[in-house]
């Protein structure tokens, strides 16, 4: 990682999404930046950083970090998650960064607010999670994909099972954890792949946990910057309100029905248009919200 100092705040607020599409506005903390993962799919290709291939930032600053934190705890009146990992992973670096000591403890003075950690990391051994009493206002969230997917398109990152595993580790250990499912991509004989996943998904042993759903999607200009892979091969202008590349309408609405019908806890949709939401009945809040 490169260590550098931030100037502009750690926390701002995302109001972008357009009407007709259900993605509620959040919370953003920036508390590092970029991934260590380099999945061909993200949406962070479309970043200059990434382009020249510059490795994610640590920024040296923390307790300015600490201080927005805490400001904002006192002052945000409305119940909200604070999303530590919108734009990077937030556990890949965690043995080095030691975020988690500075902000859990924040968020344990309170009921009213939540931070949402979201990951691909498989790393059972983070003493914090291990050893520190685990509180409500915190939310973990695992990001996991089918076995192909992951060969095709995230190999940089953790097997997903390994993943899991991870999940389900901290979740023994008393931790809030939730699991997503994106981008689910129409690989050839997609529906064996990803039931591999959802069977252990079933077996995970809360039954309050939710999962969030999302298929492949793309704005424009991300073809043009992620590497020849062919993930977006399927993705075509469905006229929808955020202008992103989606999967056409029906495909899409299989692909979560079959998950539906297959997954016994909750389930979302991520970055979805309001109709695909009626359609599917699939209403239920998503990772991000409380």
């Given at each position: 990682m490169?260590?550098?100092?931030?100037?502009s705040?750690?926390?701002?607020?995302?109001?972008?999404t357009?009407?007709?599409?259900?993605?509620?506005?959040?919370?953003?903390?920036?508390?590092?930046?970029?991934?260590?993962?380099?999945?061909?799919?993200?949406?962070?290709?479309?970043?200059?950083r990434?382009?020249k291939?510059?490795l994610?930032i640590?920024?040296?600053?923390q307790?300015?970090?600490?201080?927005e934190?805490?400001?904002?705890?006192?002052?945000?009146?409305?119940?909200?998650?604070?999303?530590?990992g919108?734009?990077?992973?937030?556990?890949?670096?965690?043995?080095?960064?030691?975020?988690?000591?500075?902000?859990?403890?924040?968020?344990?003075?309170?009921?009213?607010?939540?931070?949402?950690?979201?990951?691909?990391?498989?790393?059972?051994d983070?003493?914090?999670?291990?050893?520190?009493?685990?509180?409500?206002?915190?939310?973990?969230?695992?990001?996991?994909?089918?076995?192909?997917?992951?060969?095709?398109?995230?190999k940089?990152?953790?097997?997903?099972?390994?993943?899991l595993s991870?999940?389900?580790?901290?979740?023994?250990?008393?931790?809030?954890?939730?699991?997503?499912?994106?981008?689910?991509?129409?690989?050839?004989?997609?529906?064996?792949?990803?039931?591999?996943?959802?069977?252990?998904?079933?077996?995970?042993?809360?039954?309050?946990?939710?999962?969030?759903?999302?298929t492949?999607?793309?704005?424009?200009?991300?073809?043009?910057?992620?590497p020849?892979?062919?993930?977006?091969?399927?993705?075509?202008?469905?006229?929808?309100?955020?202008?992103?590349?989606?999967?056409?309408?029906?495909?899409?609405?299989?692909?979560?029905?079959?998950?539906a019908?297959?997954?016994?806890?909750?389930?979302?949709?991520?970055?979805?248009?309001?109709?695909?939401?009626?359609?599917?009945?699939?209403?239920?809040?998503?990772n991000?919200?409380?």
């Amino acid at each position: 990682m490169v260590e550098k100092e931030r100037k502009s705040p750690f926390i701002h607020y995302f109001d972008k999404t357009p009407e007709g599409i259900r993605c509620p506005h959040f919370w953003i903390l920036s508390a590092s930046l970029g991934c260590a993962y380099f999945c061909k799919y993200c949406y962070l290709n479309l970043s200059l950083r990434y382009q020249k291939g510059e490795l994610p930032i640590f920024y040296s600053n923390q307790d300015k970090m600490v201080g927005e934190v805490s400001e904002w705890l006192e002052k945000t009146e409305t119940p909200s998650v604070l999303n530590c990992g919108e734009l990077s992973d937030s556990l890949a670096f965690e043995k080095k960064l030691h975020l988690l000591d500075r902000l859990v403890p924040l968020f344990e003075k309170q009921s009213k607010h939540k931070l949402l950690l979201l990951t691909k990391s498989a790393d059972r051994d983070i003493d914090f999670l291990n050893f520190h009493k685990p509180t409500s206002q915190v939310v973990l969230s695992w990001s996991v994909n089918c076995n192909q997917v992951w060969q095709d398109y995230e190999k940089s990152a953790p097997n997903p099972f390994e993943r899991l595993s991870a999940a389900y580790t901290y979740m023994r250990r008393g931790w809030k954890v939730r699991i997503r499912i994106d981008p689910i991509v129409p690989i050839e004989d997609w529906t064996s792949e990803y039931n591999r996943i959802v069977e252990v998904i079933n077996m995970l042993p809360s039954p309050n946990f939710r999962v969030t759903l999302g298929t492949i999607r793309c704005f424009p200009t991300l073809k043009n910057f992620c590497p020849p892979s062919g993930v977006f091969n399927h993705c075509i202008d469905n006229g929808d309100p955020d202008r992103r590349l989606r999967l056409p309408f029906p495909v899409r609405k299989s692909i979560y029905q079959w998950f539906a019908r297959r997954l016994k806890v909750k389930v979302a949709l991520c970055k979805e248009t309001e109709k695909m939401i009626e359609e599917t009945n699939l209403k239920s809040p998503c990772n991000c919200m409380l």
